[in-house]
């Protein structure tokens, strides 16, 4: 749907990456979707989800271990995600923070080649204007819904809890939003990507695999719909058609 703004949580190694980014492949059968990678390249992203497919680790990555056929499969990947012609790679300046008036200015100049949907990569990297760490908050929200409203898209904000320095920047703050008013408005849907990261040795392969996507609207409304998915070396599988 249009006018929409959407953030997409939880700690890192939950599968959010891999949820967001196949959601973006998928987006981009039938409609145009720019997705903005602040922490890395765009090579580096398609090159991540390439060798995932193929099984390479980043150990046999580094010390080139891999066999010919794993490469040869993460090659083919590689073109299956380039041959995408609505789904558009961009890169700022890597682990460099933005301020989200330069994004949204890259927004709007994709706007007119009818691009509708965007990923922001992840919002650890993203700053707004204000003295404290709330305000800027309050700014990037502010904007990405003034211009959601103004030019008819849909932005999605991805987010990690514990990248960089969690005891600054705002580390966890999105627990802090949920009890928030005016943020919690501004945001149309929460989407958890919860999944056990404890005790990990205990669990089946099957309970590894699983993650739970949660859907909130606000704190008052509690979970709108929660589905498993099953994550593979390629995505994930579910039989909600998410």
Not at 22 to 39: C, D, G, P, R, T
Not at 55 to 64: A, D, E, V
Request: net charge positive; aromatic share 14%; hydrophobic share 40%.
């Amino acid at each position: 749907d249009y006018h929409q703004l959407h953030a997409i949580i939880w700690e890192s190694g939950s599968g959010k990456t891999t949820f967001t980014f196949f959601q973006a492949m998928k987006n981009a059968q039938s409609n145009k979707v720019m997705y903005l990678s602040l922490e890395m390249s765009p090579e580096k992203v398609v090159e991540l989800r390439a060798r995932k497919f193929a099984w390479i680790s980043p150990l046999q990555r580094s010390q080139k271990t891999f066999s010919e056929n794993q490469k040869s499969v993460m090659k083919s990947k590689i073109n299956e995600i380039l041959s995408l012609e609505n789904l558009k790679l961009v890169g700022g300046v890597i682990n460099k923070k933005l301020h989200i008036d330069k994004i949204l200015e890259i927004f709007e100049n994709e706007i007119k080649n009818w691009y509708w949907l965007f990923y922001i990569d992840n919002l650890w990297y993203v700053v707004g204007t204000g003295d404290t760490e709330k305000q800027q908050l309050d700014y990037i929200i502010r904007k990405c819904q003034q211009f959601i409203q103004k030019r008819d898209c849909t932005i999605i904000l991805l987010h990690h809890f514990n990248k960089g320095n969690t005891a600054s920047r705002w580390g966890r703050w999105f627990q802090d939003v949920m009890s928030t008013a005016k943020l919690e408005h501004d945001i149309d849907y929460w989407i958890f990507v919860v999944r056990d990261m404890q005790n990990r040795d205990m669990l089946t392969a099957e309970e590894k695999a699983t993650t739970y996507i949660e859907v909130k609207k606000d704190r008052y409304n509690g979970i709108v719909n929660k589905v498993p998915i099953y994550f593979d070396r390629w995505g994930y599988t579910d039989t909600f058609n998410l």
